[in-house]
């Protein structure tokens, strides 16, 4: 495979994200390379994540920056994606896409997207956040037109408790919920740490509703883009 047959992809992620890279690396073509800048998150909450957008992804583009022609670029995380609501999307792709001259999108912005493909209006959640976490997020889903007519998140603030946490525990807790989310248009499952890629097709079948990952959903972009 020559140089002009690769496709280049920065990624900028939490410095704890061990699952986005694993789901990248077992999805994508061989051609696809994936460039990491990762930015210091001390918990998943507002005001980490604030912090994280406001500090760390600045320095993030600036390490990224001239080192090679990029053919995309990814903001991953999808909780932080959010966390300044709609402005806050289109700013943080802007940022990439200014500092790094390619297409850029953010996690919450793949997974809208996924969303919209589906024509959905009414989902069902299931993430690892705290309350706090959820409800930015579904208000930030909200301006979308997107209500959450079933909720539910772990209650986990550390980051690496959420990369351990077991597919087989995001199977129980769709199915703790399976009534009422059997009444949504879909399932979407949100947190680029969270192993949810195994158990997607699993649940899927369980609820017979499409189910949305926020890992699935960047693979899908960068398919796109390249």
Not at 43 to 60: F, I, Q, T, Y
Not at 92 to 98: F, G
């Amino acid at each position: 495979m020559s140089n002009r047959d690769l496709k280049r992809i920065a990624l900028l992620l939490p410095n704890t994200d061990t699952i986005l890279e694993t789901d990248l690396q077992i999805s994508l073509p061989s051609n696809i390379i994936i460039h990491t800048a990762r930015m210091q998150l001390d918990e998943v909450g507002k005001e980490a994540e604030k912090r994280m957008v406001d500090e760390e992804l600045p320095r993030a583009v600036s390490a990224l920056k001239h080192i090679t022609n990029f053919d995309g670029a990814v903001f991953g995380c999808t909780s932080a994606s959010a966390v300044y609501g709609e402005e806050g999307l289109s700013r943080i792709s802007r940022e990439l896409e200014d500092g790094l001259d390619c297409p850029a999108t953010n996690a919450f912005s793949a997974v809208l997207s996924e969303i919209r493909y589906f024509k959905a209006r009414r989902i069902g959640l299931l993430t690892p956040y705290t309350s706090e976490v959820n409800k930015f997020f579904t208000e930030t889903l909200d301006r979308f037109g997107i209500s959450c007519g079933a909720c539910h998140g772990l209650g986990i603030s550390d980051d690496t408790r959420i990369a351990r946490v077991e597919p087989q525990e995001i199977m129980e807790a769709a199915k703790q919920l399976e009534h009422e989310l059997k009444k949504q248009d879909l399932l979407l499952l949100s947190c680029t740490n969270l192993r949810a890629a195994e158990i997607r097709n699993a649940i899927g079948k369980m609820l017979e509703l499409p189910v949305i990952t926020s890992n699935q959903a960047i693979i899908n972009w960068i398919l796109s883009a390249v």
